[in-house]
């Protein structure tokens, strides 16, 4: 068993386990953590870490980020890149909610200016989005528009009236993600996914509205178009059913893969195929349909967004500046270019509890950020502070261009249960002066602060390595939960 034990310091904040730890692991495995954090991280987690390790074309090391914990096969919060040529596609590497990921908009109000009316505007924002286990969405698919959603992504959204065009220059992907085949897609994932679609969902997707608190680079800020006091919202969640069942239909797939040519692998939940295999390339035909589904289902709610401050403040949205920052995605696998030894070569990263974290000068950013790097977003929980960070060259160097996307838990759901009421929570959050509406008071518990990691501690350890630059807290005025 790979533990605590095994880890040796690189440097501050980073640790690395030797290739030479466990039989079969073909490269090292590095966290990213602090002293403090490291005491509490779960021996699992760092197996996990290492089982990744063991996988056939791995590209210089299996990474586990600030915000690690355990998870299905790799662990959440984990990064892996494989080579095009004889390295491997692992669901497991994405996760189950495929593009869960979150989206800032920004606007020209102040704090001043909008908190006499949150509590108007956080029941309107819960009027408007649906949210909730198994919610539903407003709009109702017909015939074949599953697939022109899966197929289309945010664009799709758009050309039906939800959203304005820029929008797309500034989400990943531009919102719609290159090889998708709804074909590829089982019924019952577009089953699934036909009543959901524009929904919140549960768990910890949620929807809030924040001011921007301490800004720590204001050159970068400026380029993002940030400052002090202003107030912004963040909308976090992912592909919901369709994603779920996608994942679940192509696991099987693999596993049987996995057993047909007897790969060796260090956990079964690790089922992967090779990346010219039919079943890989039919999983990344799906994968990428999950994807755009969450970009369309975020596009939806950012349209609900907009019409909730004008339904409020009594303004257009546009007069408001409610443009994008950025919509990132913490699931995902992308087919990238990137430095490998000397040479650069094409990978297939697989992120899962991660964001992608560009340094300057990636032509994959929107031209207005490329400069300084692509914005990063990094939630916190009910109660924290989130922050906006921006991609570096260190990242690209050592994690893929790759950091933190989160707080992480260090509670299960269950044990927050025991652990918090949702009195509890709803008081605390009342004296800090945040507004909250949640749709069921059990997931209240559940997602309480202290069932997750200081996000603080893991944004000042993103930023402490390099990983990511710190350029801005965002404090929450009123969250809306499912």
């Not at 301490?214 to 940030?226: F, P, Q, R, S």
């Not at 991660?354 to 914005?375: H, L, S």
Request: overall charge negative.
């Amino acid at each position: 068993m790979v533990g605590k034990a095994d880890l040796e310091k690189v440097r501050d904040c980073v640790y690395d386990v030797p290739s030479s730890t466990e039989k079969g692991m073909r490269v090292p495995a590095r966290i990213y953590m602090d002293d403090e954090s490291v005491k509490t991280l779960e021996d699992g987690a760092i197996q996990q870490v290492a089982n990744v390790a063991h996988l056939e074309g791995i590209q210089k090391r299996s990474i586990g980020l600030p915000d690690i914990h355990f998870g299905y096969g790799f662990s959440i919060g984990g990064v892996a890149a494989f080579s095009e040529t004889n390295g491997v596609i692992s669901p497991g590497g994405v996760g189950f909610d495929i593009n869960c990921g979150v989206r800032l908009v920004k606007t020209n109000l102040t704090r001043e200016d909008v908190v006499p009316h949150m509590n108007d505007l956080v029941n309107e924002l819960f009027n408007k989005v649906p949210s909730g286990l198994g919610s539903n969405g407003i709009k109702h698919l017909k015939g074949n528009e599953i697939d022109e959603v899966l197929l289309n992504g945010a664009r799709w959204a758009i050309e039906n009236g939800y959203g304005w065009d820029e929008d797309l220059k500034f989400m990943e992907e531009n919102g719609c993600m290159a090889g998708a085949n709804p074909e590829s897609v089982s019924s019952k994932a577009k089953r699934r996914g036909i009543p959901q679609l524009g929904s919140l969902g549960s768990g910890n997707h949620f929807l809030e509205v924040q001011s921007i608190g301490d800004v720590h680079d204001e050159e970068i800020a400026k380029v993002y178009g940030l400052e002090k006091d202003q107030v912004v919202v963040l909308i976090h969640t992912g592909s919901r059913g369709c994603g779920y069942q996608i994942c679940a239909d192509n696991l099987r797939e693999m596993d049987k893969v996995a057993k047909r040519l007897k790969m060796s692998l260090p956990d079964r939940q690790l089922a992967c195929a090779p990346i010219d295999s039919v079943e890989a390339q039919h999983y990344l035909e799906a994968m990428a349909c999950g994807a755009n589904y969450a970009w369309t289902n975020r596009q939806m709610i950012l349209h609900w967004v907009r019409e909730s401050f004008e339904s409020v403040l009594g303004q257009d949205a546009d007069s408001m500046g409610m443009h994008m920052l950025y919509d990132v995605a913490h699931n995902i696998v992308k087919k990238e270019s990137h430095k490998v030894g000397k040479f650069n070569r094409t990978v297939y990263v697989h992120r899962k509890g991660a964001t992608r974290a560009f340094g300057p000068g990636r032509k994959e950013i929107p031209q207005e950020y490329r400069d300084v790097g692509q914005p990063v977003l990094i939630p916190g929980t009910m109660g924290t502070c989130s922050y906006i960070l921006s991609g570096t060259d260190v990242a690209m160097e050592e994690t893929f261009g790759s950091t933190a996307h989160g707080a992480g838990r260090v509670m299960s759901r269950s044990g927050a249960k025991r652990e918090f009421t949702p009195d509890d929570v709803n008081n605390m959050l009342s004296k800090k002066g945040i507004v909250l509406k949640a749709n069921s008071k059990p997931v209240i518990a559940e997602e309480a602060p202290g069932a997750y990691k200081n996000v603080d501690s893991v944004v000042k350890t993103a930023d402490k390595t390099g990983i990511s630059k710190l350029v801005a807290q965002m404090i929450p005025l009123g969250v809306v939960k499912g």
